[in-house]
Every structure is written in C-alpha cells, then in structure tokens.
C-alpha cells in the first residue's frame, strides 16, 4: 500500500484498491484508467478503460476497479503515439537509451526509424533485441549506407531484398543527399511492392524552381510499381515554396488509387548537417538564407562566412535556420488539413547534456498538440495522425496497436491539454515535454510524472 501512495500524484492520481470507495471490482484487470477523456477510434469521448493481466485494453461505460486505479479527470487518454520518422542510425548502441528516452517523455510509445534505419535488419535486431528498451521500436532498410558499402547497384537490390526477407519494416532512401537514378529507385520500390511494404523518400529537390519535380517523382514511382510510397516532411523538402501544388498533386495521385503519404513536424524550421549536399554551393540563392541565419544547433553558435569552412569540414555538426524560414500558414498547417498526412518527427536526441539535434528529436509530439490548439484544429484530428494514420501506413506491423478497443495492446500515453506543450530548444534540445502525464507500454506504467519507470518496449518486424 505505502508503494502505491508513493505513486500518487497531484496530476494524475494513482491510488490503491482500498482507497477507492463504490467501485465495482474487475479481478482480471490490472490497471484501471477512470473518467477520463478517450481518444478512441476517431472521437473523444468519456468513457474508462482497464488494462487486463494479459497487457490488453478493455472500454466501459462504467467505473472499473483494479490494483492500480488512475484517475484522469480533465487528461486525455489516447493510444501511445507512433513515431514513424525517428532516427537515430549514427551511432545507436552507444546512444539508444538516450534516444528513447526522450521519445517516452514525448508521449511515444512506438519509434520507427524510417528515414534511415540499418543496413542489415537482421543484425541489428540480433543485438538489440536483447537490449531492454523504454518504447517499441523497428527500422526500416537504409539504402544510403547499402550505396556507400556497394558500388554495384545488384549488390544493394541484393541486400534490400534480403533486409525486407528478415522482417524490415520498409525501405528508406534520401535522394537529395545521396543522387540516384529514377531506374534504380524504381527496383526499390518494385520490392516494397513486392513485398507489401512502404517506400519512405527524402525527396530529390528543396529549392522553389524544382521541389515539385521531386514530389512528381515520388508519384511516378507509386503509379508504374503500385507501391505505397511515404514523402518525408514535406514542408521542408517538396513543399516549402509551392505546398498547395504539391498537396493537389498528392491528392489526385491518391483518387487516382495510389497510396501516397506524407508527414510534417510542426516547427517552422529546418535543421540538418553543414557538410551535407544541402549546403553545397548556392545554397544562400536556393533558400533565401545568409550565413548569420544558421545556428549550431545545442550551442546557440552562430556560423559565418569566417567559419562556414571549418564547420563544414565537420562530420555530424547540425545547423537550423530560423524560426520562420518555413511559414506555418503557407505549409504545416495546409498539410495537416489534408486526411494523408500524419506528425513524425525526423530526429532523435542521441547526446547529453545537451545534443546537437533538432528540437523535433525530443518534443515533435507535445508541440503538435499545443500547435493544433493554437491554430484551432481539433484534437481528434491531430491525435489520428499521431496514431491510426502512421499505424495504416505501416500495416500489418502496428494492427493491434495505435488504437484503443477491446483487446487492443495496451500502449497509453495520458497528457493534459491545458498544459500540453514541447520544450526542447535551439540552445537546448535535451528537454521533456510538459504535460505528459503517464505513458503505458505494452500493459505497463513505464512513465509518469517525468520520470522512466520500466523498459517494456519490444521490437516491431514485419
């Protein structure tokens, strides 16, 4: 009992059995979540849900009673939310945990890494699978890395076919980084097909004269292999300039049977390595940007034309441009009206004190929410493509989960509305997010209160 009171709050109450009076007592639930507000297939409403001892959900319309009973009084009880664009590819054994860590206290109870994953899926899960893990995680085929290690392009048909055998959730490429011929992305993609899985692209061209080409690119590939192709953060890279060209291209695509989807994250600005391609010669032209307009991300230093060489030179030093540099009236916010695109974050937090990434990594998700209140979207809307969304593009892998029915896998994440909100910065990205309340993984209250409590995150293969 003295450990149970130990986990209440003033928040969210957690209290044991005994103290809870007129309950009517449910012995196969382990957890009992009361009048709260339930995101549950695409409607919030007032209902209780229990968690049973075989880590599966159960709805009522009546009280529930269990050995732990949380109150959630003016929370919102929505599926653990899916991040389907993490990454986290650089150096992850030795940064895993901190990754996780801050995608827990997101609200994030499933972690893709879709814009990059592993070379070798089947390696990758050899080794950490046996890790313990705070949130559920999966990956996808990294082309980028199978392109650096073999020069002949049967040799990466060969090992991306091989990664989609072992159970890679898709296959992920980025072809403003790394140029590819059309006719090899379309093996690509004839394997995704083949094996009914996603194309994720980061598509060819970010500048105003050509960014459309990249998005009839990736429409092209859908329309002459029937796979399902996912267009990374639009707003930053295929729409910046021209977003309701590019939504109507994507729409007509799809009423024309096609399976195209995007994402976005809702920051209006970018942030990405200086000694990318994104930066090659004319970039100033490209984006509209000077110099003084770019900050090491972490640190809050400021590049200029004296120093631009010398980060340059530098592997791995992420730079953002500006708040503002993508308008959200004239991008995030035209994406987030249409029913295919959904919130992912495109980073992950991979050092401490403070790291040298987006602020995305860490709190995409709480933002989102706050963003959709402040522009007056409602909050059913966002959490869809916080959850169901990313769960039908990545089908069969997520069926049972990103949703709250009878007997769906408990993955829960309880925020407050009022207090929703990201954190992390600029100068400092290594902050939670307010207002997440409790998040459950698998049937189990691993966060609560801004602290981790248990790993129960288990891998998602196809």
Known sequence: MLKQLALAGTGLAIAPTALVSLRPRTDSLKIAINNGKVFSQGSIRPLHLGITQDNRLRLSTELLNAPTVIDASGKIVSPGFVDILADNASNPKNTYRIFEKYKISDG???VLQMHGGDEYPAAFHQYFDRQPHYVNYGIGVFVMRLKYIYSNPKDVYRYVEKGLEEGA??????????????????????LVQKYDRPLFLHLRHSSKEKELEGVSEAIALAQQTGARVHIDHLHSTGGTYNMPAAL????????????????????SYWATYIASKRFDAGWQQRFGLTYEDLTVVGTGAKITAQNFDFYRKQMGVLVAVPEGTVPFDKTVN???????????????????????????????????????????????????????????????SLNERAVIKDKAIADITIFDPKTIQGKATVTNPNQFSEGIECVIV??????????????????IRY
């Open 108 to 110: 994030c109870t499933t």
């Open 169 to 190: 959730l898709g296959v992920c490429h980025s072809i403003e980084y790394q140029p590819t011929p059309f006719e090899e992305l379309l093996e690509y993609a004839k």
């Open 248 to 267: 109507e291209m994507i729409d007509n695509a799809n009423n024309m049977g096609m399976e195209i989807t995007t994402c976005v994250y809702p920051y």
């Open 334 to 396: 035209l994406a987030l009206q249409t029913d295919f695109c959904m919130i992912g974050s495109d980073g992950g937090i991979e050092s401490e004190p403070r790291a040298n990434n987006h602020p995305r990594g860490a709190g995409c998700f709480a933002t989102a929410l706050r963003h959709a209140q402040n522009i007056g979207m409602s909050l059913d809307k966002m959490l869809t493509k916080m959850t169901s969304l990313p769960a039908k593009l990545m089908r069969p």
């Open 442 to 459: 698998n049937g189990h209250i691993a966060y609560r209160d801004k602290k981790i409590l248990l790993s129960k995150g288990v891998p």
